[in-house]
């Protein structure tokens, strides 16, 4: 553990402060891990990953999963856990998240974009009934645009609770209530206690203007075409393409697909990934003001000072 010059010698912080969750949500190329990895160090911690693409087994370079080079320096949980074509709930996750919490060695500092994975960690989740597999390929073949009428005639409290924009949570809130004739909204009514609740862990938000984080979303996939991840997406296509599996909705997934195939020059697959990643880190900001302004909002431009406060606010 490092020496927490930000932590007064006369200060004592027991054994459950000392594993206090530190809860650090962001954009897509926020630089989340980096902060994470450098929280972890200083404090000996253990690093959870609360990204629903990560989680995957077959992607390392297309979503930017923390390297060997950084996986080695803190233990890191949850990432490649997954099979390509397995099913993953958030409840899966919570329920994989719940041992981590018991008697960790330092804080768990648990890291991500994907806000309902957070939603679940600190207000809780109601236990749905898994979707039969006949209902899941019904909803997959039906278009997007009818299941969102679809919703908002037959469900509006869902829908006007979920990103309608986001056509993973539109087929979702169809699914359950194809499946179990209630609604998402009604079956989260049900929710049991969270596991960790926002008032015992230390909670924040990487800010980021949309200027400085584009431009990283830029370099960043012109990184991961020279390290290769075209020919990550090459092993994923030989393997099986199913443009409807989850693993498949990875952003650059489906450009790079469509260029191997053909039907696409690079350039233009990249640009088009490009911009799709753009937009959904607006989607991300606007969610997390949304749903998260009671967090920190610390500045992802400057990571030192970022790390500082969390520093701060964690003692």
């Known amino acids: 553990m490092g020496n927490r010059p930000w932590l007064a010698a006369t200060d004592r912080l027991d054994r459950a402060a000392m594993t206090r969750p530190i809860l650090i949500a962001g954009p897509t190329a926020a630089g989340k891990s980096a902060l994470a990895l450098q929280l972890a160090k200083e404090l000996g911690g253990i690093i959870i990953n609360a990204d629903a693409l990560q989680i995957y087994d077959c992607w390392q370079l297309l979503t930017a999963r923390p390297p060997e080079a950084e996986t080695q320096q803190a233990p890191h949980h949850l990432y490649g856990h997954v099979g390509r074509n397995a099913s993953y709930s958030v409840g899966h996750w919570l329920r994989d998240v719940a ?52 919703l908002r005639r037959d469900d509006p409290e869902s ?80 393997a099986g393409w199913d443009p409807t599996a989850p693993s498949a909705q990875a952003i650059g997934a489906k450009e790079l697909v469509a260029h191997l195939q053909g039907t696409l020059d690079l350039s233009t697959a990249a640009n088009s990934a490009k911009t799709q990643t753009h937009q959904y880190a607006k989607r991300q900001r606007t969610w997390f003001r949304r749903r998260m302004s009671t967090w920190a909002i610390v500045d992802a431009a400057d990571t030192n000072r970022a790390f500082q406060k969390i520093l701060k606010s964690y003692a």
């Open 159 to 238: 829908a006007a609770k979920i990103d309608m924009d986001n056509p993973a949570r539109v087929r979702r809130a169809s699914e359950v209530l194809r499946a179990t004739g209630k609604g998402l909204a009604a079956w989260h009514a049900l929710t049991p206690p969270p596991l960790v609740p926002t008032t015992q862990a230390t909670c924040a938000v990487l800010g980021a203007e949309r200027d400085w984080l584009n431009h990283r979303i830029n370099l960043r996939f012109d990184q991961m075409l020279e390290q290769g991840v075209l020919a990550e997406v090459e092993a994923y296509y030989k």
């Open 99 to 150: 041992p981590l919490l018991k008697d960790p060695p330092g804080p768990p500092i648990i890291i991500g974009g994907t806000g309902l994975y957070f939603m679940a960690l600190t207000e809780g989740l109601a236990e749905i009934p898994d979707i039969p597999k006949a209902i899941r390929a019904e909803v997959e073949r039906t278009p997007p645009s009818d299941l969102a009428e679809g």
